[in-house]
């Protein structure tokens, strides 16, 4: 049976910069990559589409969904558009039982998400907790749906300011051999152009913490990406 993984993401580019790397990893080792949009980013993420005339938040709206259909398509991912409105984004009980849903009929491996914290986007807290939501609803057998879900791991992606997130990476990720996939992914987002430069340099920065952090002396990573764990990891061996 395949292996299937699942992405909340509050606006549309947050999975291409955050875990572009990660999905296309995954995708290339065989499994199914599932991202669930809550927004499109029309209002907060989109400033350089109202540099144009006639632009309205319902036109940012379309472009930015073509754009993030797109960049799912480089990366090889399923993409669920939730339909929400972004700063501030507002969640309801029809977006959380969908994305329940969502969780049912692929049974993850693992979700990946925003991090519990970000004073400076409360959107992404939001989504964080909207995640956990969804994941506690998709475990719950008193709820209609398909089989329920285990206990998948949660991990938060890199936000944009990870001094002011409380975030602290416990797991880095080799993203080298896809980084060009990646890169492809955020070069769909022409909304947000002025990332694509600033991620590169958080992926040779992920990677250069990587190289510190493995066995040997060998070369290692070039790119990474770095996650935070929400729950502990049952092992059998250290």
């Keep these: 049976?395949?292996?299937?993984?699942?992405?909340?993401?509050?606006?549309?580019?947050?999975?291409?910069?955050?875990?572009?790397?990660?999905?296309?990893?995954?995708?290339?080792?065989?499994?199914?990559?599932?991202i669930v949009c809550l927004s499109y980013g029309e209002r907060g993420e989109s400033a350089r589409?109202?540099?144009?005339?006639?632009?309205?938040?319902?036109?940012?709206?379309?472009?930015?969904?073509?754009?993030?259909?797109?960049?799912a398509?480089?990366?090889?991912?399923?993409?669920?558009?939730l339909d929400g409105s972004d700063y501030m984004l507002r969640v309801n009980d029809e977006m959380l039982h969908k994305t329940a849903a969502v969780l049912r009929e692929t049974q993850p491996e693992f979700?990946?998400?925003h991090p519990a914290a970000d004073p400076s986007n409360l959107d992404h807290v939001t989504t964080f907790n909207f995640a956990l939501e969804a994941r506690m609803v998709a475990q719950a057998h008193g709820h209609p749906g398909g089989a329920v879900i285990g206990a998948p791991q949660v991990y938060s992606f890199e936000p944009h300011q990870s001094e002011l997130c409380l975030f602290k990476p416990d797991t880095l990720l080799d993203i080298t051999s896809v980084w060009e996939v990646k890169r492809k992914a955020m070069?769909?987002?022409?909304?947000?152009?002025?990332?694509?430069?600033?991620?590169?340099?958080v992926g040779l920065q992920r990677g250069a913490v990587s190289r510190r952090r493995q066995k040997g002396k060998a070369t290692g990573p070039?790119?990474?990406e770095a996650f935070q764990s929400v729950f502990p990891a049952?092992?059998?061996?250290?």
């Design 222 to 224: 070039i790119y990474g």
């Design 49 to 71: 589409l109202y540099e144009e005339p006639g632009m309205t938040a319902e036109k940012a709206r379309a472009r930015r969904r073509a754009e993030a259909e797109a960049a």
């Design 1 to 34: 049976m395949q292996k299937e993984f699942v992405v909340i993401s509050a606006h549309v580019g947050d999975f291409v910069w955050r875990c572009g790397g990660a999905i296309a990893l995954h995708v290339a080792a065989g499994y199914k990559a599932t």
């Design 111 to 113: 979700i990946l998400t």
């Design 73 to 81: 398509d480089v990366l090889g991912a399923t993409i669920v558009f």
């Design 187 to 201: 070069e769909c987002l022409a909304g947000q152009k002025a990332l694509w430069d600033y991620y590169e340099r």
């Design 234 to 238: 049952r092992v059998d061996l250290l």
